[in-house]
């Protein structure tokens, strides 16, 4: 066997820079870490993994749909595209002011939430990543442009990208959720702390959604 046959289908510059988007990605508060972190927090850490399971899946779903078409259909009805952006707009800037209002709590605040079973835990966390409109950008609009037609195999190259995405994704995660209930013990001891996450928390919220809604109009390539 080559060694051409074993190299990778991107190149090395691609899979770093591919690495660095989706960590400032995954670090920028979305209803993805607002869930994990809830379920943390509320039902332990166990809860939380599994959750964070069913959200891996829905990357996976989203690399899969992203290499095989869904940019095809969103090309063939534009109008579906554009308004799954404006809801993910209209649901960042919930959750952000639902973060800056006044009286409003941050995603490391202890909240009473239903203990659920493992099944409907990975259900949810399906759910919200599918639901994510971070994740279809993602996997629609910055992965593409990682990737190098002079190297062949779009669609190798689209696999191992979103691969890379989906490691940096769920090691991360995975890191907040297990810290999740020591970073909500020690901001429920020092209540000035805690507001100022929360301010912060809202505020990239705030952010992230302005960045979208600036990507609303724009139609899907395929």
């Not at 940096?168 to 810290?179: E, P, Y």
Request: hydrophobic content about 50%.
């Amino acid at each position: 066997m080559s060694l051409t046959s074993l190299s990778s289908p991107v190149s090395g510059a691609s899979a770093l820079g591919m690495a660095l988007t989706a960590l400032v990605m995954v670090l920028t508060p979305g209803p993805n870490m607002i869930y994990l972190v809830s379920r943390s927090i509320s039902q332990g850490r166990t809860a939380g993994l599994v959750s964070l399971a069913g959200t891996g899946v829905g990357f996976v779903v989203y690399m899969l749909m992203g290499n095989l078409g869904l940019a095809v259909l969103f090309v063939a009805v534009p109008w579906l595209f554009i308004g799954f952006k404006a809801a993910g707009v209209l649901y960042l800037t919930h959750l952000a002011w639902q973060a800056l209002r006044p009286g409003g709590r941050g995603m490391f605040e202890v909240r009473d939430v239903p203990r659920d079973s493992p099944a409907r835990l990975f259900r949810m966390g399906l759910v919200t990543n599918l639901l994510n409109p971070k994740a279809a950008i993602m996997y629609l609009t910055l992965i593409p442009q990682f990737i190098d037609p002079h190297r062949g195999h779009p669609t190798a190259q689209g696999l191992t990208l979103g691969s890379v995405q989906i490691a940096v994704s769920l090691t991360v995660n995975a890191l907040i959720v297990v810290a999740a209930g020591a970073i909500a013990t020690f901001l429920g001891q020092r209540p000035s702390w805690a507001t100022v996450q929360r301010r912060v928390t809202g505020t990239l919220l705030g952010a992230v959604a302005l960045l979208l809604a600036r990507e609303v109009p724009a139609r899907a390539r395929a």
